[in-house]
């Protein structure tokens, strides 16, 4: 009985120091700024062909972009110097926009600029956010978010009822407050590179989960065109504290949810629960158009609550190194922000064409449910599911106590497929199933294997990791042209002819 009561002791003393890590406040932070940024834009996209909210949302590729280039250059990219850098422009860039978009001090053209600077921004910062968090256990991850998603709601419903022109000066002060939380939180940490690719063995239920989220995405965004289309400054103010209202409920739920589960629940889960629920609210919105303020506030709220659950469910992919987050995030956050923008000019510019007045939101609330549905089919059909949470011991041991080992605990964890992906003779093993062979591991018995010098077989862990010649040449200090020889012995023994074939083979090993 003493043992239990100072296990759940523990357990409760490890809650507590997750909600007040600078990680979980400085979120917070960040949600409140990101949430704010994109509502500033609905006013001034009201009556436009291309919207500031359309272009804003487009604006997020430009992060791929940014990424793409700087891993090309492979220049301590990826590093937290790097990442409170670039956190910095973007949060003082981010917070300037926000001024003057809010207080509509610009021109027409100078609010497009300002609406690139803000979606760019937003995403450049969740970005660098979830390369802090991937660095934690799987339990602070799901209970950090959840408990900085509700606080961020209750600001966002607080700031919703303060005066006109204190609500940019919030919104300035947590981008602000964002960024020095995050500084606090990584700035101790090695400035070590990540390895960027390694190949899911399940490929069609990723392709499956991505298709099916980038549809919420399009559906979502047609709701936000509708709306950014006839919005004023008055009415976006009511809708935006109803989607708080919203929020907050649905944010405590969670966190509850994440503390009383614990192990039993996992991003994947928390993904199917929300297409579900976003279907019903879709179809209660054809059946009861009386209520459709009502309806409108939860389904602009679930365009945050979509985000944050890709947020989560990318951070828990390169925790299981499936795909690391350089690579993996600014593709998938891109094609979201894109289907979003899709949903927006769809939103504003199409529907109009085929009616006006009820008939314009019937079509869409019609276009919205049919793209929900096939959505949903596909996410709830999906048998991708990540194991997050604590495990037994995990979870009665505090941050900082004797093998919490700096909150990694499970961050070799696997990817596990549901029990239909298994033959029913295989079912009967599941207990015997060992820890996956790190990467290394696996490349150290192909050396083995075909006979790889010394030299050879550290460059292929380097390669199998997704590094560049140029890279793997600046961490061994030879020259560019050294490795590439290295690269072209390693092919030439392992009967390969690109990286991809290597990349196949490493992972046939596990």
């Known amino acids: 009985m003493d043992e239990a009561r100072d296990k759940e002791t523990k357990y409760g003393q490890r809650i507590a120091m997750i909600c007040a890590n600078p990680l979980t406040i400085g979120f917070s932070l960040f949600l409140v700024w990101q949430n704010a940024s994109l509502s500033f834009l609905f006013p001034s996209s009201s009556g436009r062909v291309v919207s500031p909210l359309f272009v804003g949302s487009l604006s997020v590729a430009l992060l791929l972009a940014l990424c793409f280039v700087s891993y090309k250059r492979d220049a301590g990219t990826f590093t937290p110097a790097w990442s409170i850098g670039l956190s910095f422009i973007a949060t003082v860039a981010g ?116 298709i099916g989220l980038a549809v919420f995405a399009v559906a979502l965004g047609i709701v936000a065109g509708t709306t950014a289309d006839v919005a004023t400054e008055e009415s976006m103010r009511d809708l935006n504290e109803n989607a708080a209202l919203a929020s907050i409920v649905v944010s405590l739920v969670c966190f509850v949810a994440s503390v009383a589960l614990r192990s039993r629940i996992e991003p994947t889960t928390l993904v199917k629960v929300f297409a579900s629920c976003l279907v019903v609210v879709i179809l209660l919105n054809i059946v009861n158009l009386d209520h459709a303020d009502v309806w409108l506030s939860l389904t602009i709220f679930s365009w945050t609550f979509l985000r944050l659950c890709v947020f989560l469910v990318l951070v828990n992919i390169d925790r299981c190194r499936i795909v690391s987050l350089p690579m993996l995030f600014p593709a998938v956050w891109t094609v979201l922000w894109v289907g979003y923008a899709g949903g927006v000019f769809t939103g504003q510019n199409i529907l109009p064409l085929a009616g006006g007045g009820t ?125 590439r020889e290295h690269v072209k012995n390693i092919y030439k023994k392992l009967y390969i002819h690109s990286r991809q074939q290597l990349i196949d083979m490493v992972d046939a090993r596990r």
């Open 359 to 483: 008939q314009a939101m019937l079509n869409s609330v019609v276009l919205v449910a049919v793209l929900v549905v096939f959505g949903a089919i596909l996410l709830v059909g999906n048998r991708v599911t990540m194991r997050m949470g604590f495990s037994g011991d995990d979870a009665a041991l505090a941050p900082g106590a004797p093998g919490a080992s700096n909150g990694d605990v499970s961050r070799e964890t696997s990817v596990r497929i549901s029990e239909s992906d298994i033959p029913d003779s295989e079912v009967g093993k599941r207990e015997a199933v060992q820890e996956r062979e790190t990467l290394e591991d696996r490349c150290a018995r192909i050396a083995a294997t075909h006979q790889l010098s010394a030299r050879e077989a550290e460059v292929l862990v380097y390669l199998a990791q997704g590094h560049t010649r140029a890279s793997i040449a600046k961490r061994l200090f030879v020259s560019e042209n050294t490795i």
């Open 95 to 210: 917070c300037v926009a926000c001024v003057l978009v809010a207080q509509t001090l610009l021109p027409l053209w100078g609010i497009y600029v300002a609406a690139a600077v803000l979606g760019f921004s937003a995403a450049t910062v969740v970005f660098v956010w979830a390369t802090a968090f991937a660095e934690r256990s799987s339990s602070d991850v799901l209970i950090g978010v959840c408990c900085a998603f509700f606080v961020a709601s209750v600001v966002d419903y607080l700031a919703m009822n303060s005066g006109y022109f204190t609500i940019p000066v919030i919104v300035v002060a947590c981008g602000i407050g964002s960024w020095v939380c995050y500084m606090l939180a990584v700035r101790s940490k090695p400035l070590d590179e990540r390895p960027l690719l390694v190949r899911p063995s399940n490929t069609k239920e990723f392709i499956k989960l991505g």
